[in-house]
């Protein structure tokens, strides 16, 4: 079993910063991408930052400039730096890892954190 565990949520005013972190535990063979998304009230899900187990990262244009998505491998845990923080940016976060399990060693399977929630004020 695999749980992704997110930290880092919280009120913050706008222009200010933030950084959410998520580690995964459990019964990991190896961790592939990982991702944060974002989903706001009255809005879709959408991804915010995708960043693949050799670092390369990948961003929404909305965030692309202000956010900065990070890993480390050995603590199998990524961050998600948000600067500049705007209003637009409230949503509840959420990461997701793409995560090869012990007991299969070759399956891959999309695990996701509970979610934690950024407010930002004006």
């Known amino acids: 079993q695999v749980q992704l565990v997110e930290s880092g949520g919280g009120l913050v005013q706008a222009g200010g910063s933030l950084r959410l972190s998520c580690a995964a535990s459990?019964?990991?063979?190896?961790?592939?991408?990982m991702g944060w998304y974002r989903q706001a009230p009255g809005k879709q899900r959408e991804l915010v930052a995708t960043i693949t187990s050799g670092g390369r990262a990948n961003y929404a244009d909305s965030v692309k400039g202000r956010f900065t998505i990070s890993r480390d491998n050995a603590k199998n845990t990524v961050y998600l730096c948000m600067n500049s923080l705007k209003p637009e940016d409230t949503a509840v976060y959420y990461c997701?890892?793409?995560?090869?399990?012990?007991?299969?060693?070759?399956?891959?399977?999309?695990?996701w954190g509970q979610g934690t929630q950024v407010t930002v004020s004006s």
């Open positions: 997701r890892g793409t995560i090869v399990v012990v007991t299969t060693g070759i399956a891959e399977y999309d695990y």
């Open positions: 459990g019964s990991i063979f190896s961790i592939n991408a």
